[in-house]
Structures are given as C-alpha cells and as structure tokens.
C-alpha cells in the first residue's frame, strides 16, 4: 500500500507570492492533519480534515487554508507568504476509531520563502 | 492549554548505553500519549503509544509508562545501537482532537560507536 505523498518536495517562494501544497492519504484514510515543521517552533498543528470538512484548526493567521476533495486528498495554501512560513509543512493521515491512534506522516514539502 | 515538555538535546551516547528520554505534559482532558521518531532522512513515524493510565508501550526495545500521576511519559530502552540515533518527539493527543497531536519540542539522540 502507498504511504502519504506529498508533492511538491521543494518549492522557492519570494515573499508576497501565494503556494499550494499537495497531500494524498494512504488509501481508505479520511482524516488528513497538516502540521509545520521549524527548528525554533518543532512541530505546530494547522489543521485537519475529515470527509471533505475542516474539524480542527490550529493557531495560524487566516493565511493558512486548506481543503479536502472526496477521495480524501488535501491541499493546503498560503497566502501572501512571509520569510517566516519558510518551513517543512508535514502531511499526515489516520484511520478512524479505537485502536487507530496513529498518524502516517509524508516526507513533507520544504517551503523556502526568499 | 495542552502542551509537552521533552528534555532538550543532543543526547551522546555510547553504544549498548542506556537511554532515558523525560516527557512530561499538561492537559486539560485525559489524553493519548506518544512517541514518534524521526531517523535522519526519513518521515516521522509512530514508535509506542498508550492511551490510558498505567500503559506501557513498547516496541523495538523501546518502552514508556503512562504515569497520570506524574503525568509523564518518559522514553527508555537499556541498551542502544547507532542505528536508534534519531530525533525523537513525545505527543498527546485529547480523545475530541483525532488528527490534532501536541508535540514536543525533540530530542535528538546520537549513539556512537
């Protein structure tokens, strides 16, 4: 079975410029939780997505969106960029119900704003 | 709010050493507990959880105790190999947050030979 795919695995941006990032889930996975990386903040929840619906949302600026289509995919965007989103933007997936409590991470996208 | 606290890094040990890696958290309801690694290059991945009081998770060599008492969930494994030289991040997640996990800030371990 596929793990999560995150595309792209680099991306360049200078600041004021918009970026959409890519998840696709393992397959039969319907929550999708997007999470930013940093050396100085470690790993901050975004938000996540269940069924096409947002179900909770972390403490980002309205310049952090996302959705998620129905075969679960998710994309996240950035509005606006600043130098300080530069940062691995972690996807992750999970299975529903008890005994599931576990988070399948991507390879991340590497966000660099110039 | 809800938050982890992890002892900072870097860790040097020796092979076969012991290691012992101290999380504490602070929650307002009756999380799940756990430990993912992140080997150099690679993704984060799950290495043991628990979910309720006085659980241990175990695996690869690794254990930690869920210690409501002291609200820990401290990291060991008696006797380290350089393969385990990693980042590793203590999470909870609430019972109402799924996909919502509060992480540590890491802890990367190095083990040399």
Redesign the interface.
């Known amino acids: 079975k596929a793990g999560?795919t995150q595309t792209p695995r680099y991306l360049i941006k200078t600041r004021g410029q918009q970026v959409t990032l890519s998840c696709s889930p393992i397959s039969g996975h319907r929550?999708?939780?997007w999470?930013q990386q940093t050396p100085g903040q470690?790993?901050q929840?975004l938000f996540?997505y269940?069924s096409e619906t947002q179900?909770?949302k972390?403490n980002f600026p309205g310049r952090f969106s996302g959705r998620q289509f129905s075969n679960s995919r998710s994309e996240m965007n950035v509005s606006t960029l600043e130098l300080g989103d530069s940062a691995l933007y972690?996807c992750?997936s999970?299975l529903?119900g008890i005994g599931n409590?576990?988070?399948f991470?991507?390879?991340?996208t590497q966000l660099s704003v110039l | 709010g809800n938050s982890v606290t992890q002892m900072e890094g870097p860790v040097t040990l020796s092979e076969e050493a012991f290691l012992t890696i101290n999380c504490t958290y602070t929650a307002t309801g009756y999380p799940s507990l756990f430990w993912y690694v992140q080997y150099p290059g690679e993704g984060l991945q799950l290495l043991l959880k628990a979910t309720k009081a006085d659980d241990k998770g175990s695996n690869k060599g690794f254990e930690a105790t869920y210690r409501k008492e002291t609200t820990s969930f401290h990291l060991e494994k008696g006797s380290v190999q350089v393969s385990d030289s990693a980042v590793y991040f203590c999470a909870l997640r609430l019972t109402d947050s799924w996909g919502k996990f509060q992480f540590g800030a890491g802890t990367q371990v190095v083990v040399t030979p």
């Not at chain 1, 991470?105 to 991340?108: D, L, Q, T, W």
Request: glycine share 16%; hydrophobic share 40%; charged share 20%.
């Open positions: 999560v929550s999708v939780s999470y470690g790993l929840f996540e269940f179900r909770n972390g972690l992750a999970s529903e409590e576990k988070l991470f991507g390879s991340g």
